[in-house]
């Protein structure tokens, strides 16, 4: 059983950046892939990007890359989603969730969850 926080949301104006943080305890969270998801107003959750146990994949979408970069700190069982240049369609809740089985982009591989932070860009 792993148990995910988020923190690091809020309110911030268009062009500015946020650095959400996903905090784990329970098993070892080396061993785990993690994914980031987004549900904006009205729409479906979606996949943000992934990183896998060691760090050493990570992978966005493609509308994303160059302004949204995942990393991690196994020592300090946490993984971070830095944004930047941030604008309103990024308006969303923004979920990490973790698995042992799969680096994978889709939301039915992960297995625990976060209860997500909000971000809020205001134009």
């Known amino acids: 059983q792993v148990r995910l926080v988020e923190s690091g949301g809020g309110l911030v104006q268009a062009g500015g950046s946020l650095r959400l943080s996903c905090a784990a305890s329970?098993?070892?969270?080396?061993?785990?892939?993690v994914g980031w998801f987004r549900r904006a107003p009205g729409k479906e959750r979606e996949f943000v990007g992934a990183i896998n146990e060691s760090g050493g994949i990570i992978y966005y979408v493609g509308s994303l890359k160059g302004r949204f970069t995942i990393s991690r700190d196994n020592a300090k069982n946490t993984v971070y989603l830095q944004m930047n240049n941030l604008n309103a369609d990024d308006t969303a809740i923004y979920y990490c969730?973790?698995?042992?089985?799969?680096?994978?982009?889709?939301?039915?591989?992960?297995?625990?969850w976060g209860q997500g932070t909000q971000v809020t860009v205001s134009s």
């Open positions: 969730a973790a698995n042992l089985r799969a680096f994978s982009k889709s939301d039915t591989a992960y297995d625990y």
């Open positions: 329970g098993r070892t969270f080396s061993n785990y892939n």
